[in-house]
């Protein structure tokens, strides 16, 4: 998990391309570890620390009366072209902003200006997921005004991102059909920190040896309560059926 793999808590973050300040806390108080516990308190006080923060960011979100989603998913599982079918077709109605998580480069956030949306880029560095106080800062950059949906392009990793609140209503997560039905068994927190499943990429059905419904089984064998929706960026195939319930559910 992300707590050990040492990539870092935002020392070469960047948010719209300027080094991202951290807060300052002062603590007047000792912190006394024995060496057998010393580990598990670190990863208790990350947390408590991105927990105290993703509650401000969620305070602050819904203060503007704005639903955010946080996107998470494997690398190439096509989040931004979805994002960019979505805003092209529906942005007029659900007035998106973005928030783009991405180690390095800005290519996914000028896709999204490109589509039309306003889009807030986090180079994380070394880190390998989007934590709360990237997000607060990214948040300050947003026109929470002129924005009803606030989606959070997580970077493209399927296991560090599920542990961290970012503050968002709920989280979706994305697979696609080239990565194999298993994928639902194979990284199950995805599916159980998710509202939401996306299996994308079923245009491609006629070309892949991908079992749709075994895929189904899989996710709601992990996640029976999940809402799945088959989609095609593509095609546009299953983006109605999605978009007919976040209509329901966004308020």
Not at 81 to 100: A, M, P, Q, T
Not at 127 to 144: S, W
Not at 186 to 193: A, E, I, S
């Amino acid at each position: 998990m992300c707590l050990e793999c040492g990539c870092g808590e935002g020392s070469h973050t960047t948010i719209d391309g300027k080094k991202m300040e951290p807060h300052q806390h002062d603590h007047h108080h000792q912190h006394e570890y024995s060496h057998d516990h010393k580990e598990i308190e670190i990863q208790q006080d990350i947390l408590a620390k991105n927990n105290h923060i993703a509650l401000h960011n969620r305070e602050h979100i819904a203060r503007h009366n704005v639903f955010c989603m946080n996107w998470i998913s494997a690398p190439g599982s096509g989040k931004t072209f979805l994002l960019e079918r979505l805003i092209k077709d529906h942005g007029e109605k659900f007035k998106f902003s973005v928030i783009e998580g991405d180690q390095q480069t800005d290519n996914d956030a000028q896709r999204i200006k490109d589509a039309g949306a306003s889009a807030t880029q986090i180079n994380t560095g070394s880190a390998c997921h989007l934590d709360a106080e990237m997000i607060h800062q990214a948040l300050h950059k947003i026109d929470m005004e002129n924005t009803k949906i606030l989606i959070i392009e997580n970077v493209g990793n399927m296991v560090c991102p599920t542990a961290y609140d970012l503050g968002e209503n709920m989280k979706l997560s994305i697979v696609s059909c080239p990565e194999g039905e298993d994928k639902p068994i194979k990284y199950p927190d995805l599916l159980l920190t998710s509202k939401v499943l996306l299996i994308n990429k079923i245009d491609l059905l006629p070309y892949l040896d991908f079992d749709l419904d075994r895929c189904i089984k899989f996710s709601k064998q992990v996640n029976p309560d999940l809402e799945i929706f088959p989609v095609s960026a593509k095609s546009g195939e299953g983006i109605p059926e999605f978009v007919s319930w976040l209509e329901k559910n966004i308020n």
